[in-house]
């Protein structure tokens, strides 16, 4: 249980980090003329962000889940894939990565990185995270209820974003 705690408190971490690097991301792109679109829902996605990591906590300690290697490990090994795919997305947009929308005027898209084969990739980093960082402990519940409520969330987000997109130039 301690490893799960510490895996946890790390991902609080890298989430902090997001938050500043995304912070000064934005604060880049706005003197650039970027806009942000969707703001409305930002506050619900930082809340079920932080939801899935406090819900897998208490479901591992409250409901005595215990760690299974023959799911914990994969599972593990799947988080991993799905962090270094978050950073690559936020190292193949550079200043232009953050948590928000914002979109710069007159600058094409990325088509570089996971980008040249998928349109959203930090939102697959995303869903396969939510699914697999409850399952390292067996946090089930937490995985179905952040899969859910996501999945929802996603579909705002990926409007408001293919929205908010549509206006760029091409390549």
């Given at each position: 249980?301690?490893?799960?705690?510490?895996?946890?408190?790390?991902?609080?971490?890298?989430?902090?980090?997001?938050?500043?690097?995304?912070?000064?991301?934005?604060?880049?792109?706005?003197?650039?003329?970027?806009?942000?679109?969707?703001?409305?829902?930002?506050?619900?996605?930082?809340?079920?962000?932080?939801?899935?990591?406090?819900?897998?906590?208490?479901?591992v300690v409250v409901a005595?889940?215990?760690?299974?290697?023959?799911?914990?490990?994969?599972?593990?090994?799947?988080?991993?894939?799905?962090?270094?795919?978050?950073?690559?997305?936020?190292?193949?947009?550079?200043?232009?990565?953050?948590?928000?929308?914002?979109?710069?005027?007159?600058?094409?898209?990325?088509?570089?990185?996971?980008?040249?084969w998928i349109r959203h990739?930090?939102?697959?980093?995303?869903?396969?995270?939510?699914?697999?960082?409850?399952?390292?402990?067996?946090?089930?519940?937490?995985?179905?209820?952040?899969?859910?409520?996501?999945?929802?969330?996603?579909?705002?987000?990926?409007?408001?974003?293919?929205?908010?997109?549509?206006?760029?130039?091409?390549?």
């Amino acid at each position: 249980m301690t490893f799960y705690v510490v895996l946890l408190a790390l991902f609080a971490v890298e989430r902090l980090a997001e938050l500043i690097i995304s912070k000064r991301n934005i604060a880049w792109s706005m003197g650039r003329g970027g806009r942000e679109s969707g703001a409305g829902h930002y506050p619900a996605m930082v809340a079920l962000h932080t939801a899935l990591l406090v819900g897998a906590l208490v479901e591992v300690v409250v409901a005595h889940r215990p760690f299974l290697p023959w799911l914990g490990w994969p599972m593990l090994a799947i988080v991993v894939a799905a962090q270094s795919l978050r950073w690559w997305c936020i190292r193949t947009l550079g200043r232009r990565w953050n948590t928000r929308i914002v979109v710069l005027p007159d600058v094409p898209l990325v088509t570089s990185g996971p980008y040249r084969w998928i349109r959203h990739p930090n939102y697959v980093a995303v869903v396969v995270e939510g699914i697999a960082l409850p399952l390292v402990h067996t946090a089930w519940i937490t995985a179905i209820t952040f899969t859910a409520l996501n999945a929802w969330l996603l579909t705002v987000r990926i409007r408001a974003e293919n929205r908010a997109l549509a206006a760029v130039p091409a390549a």
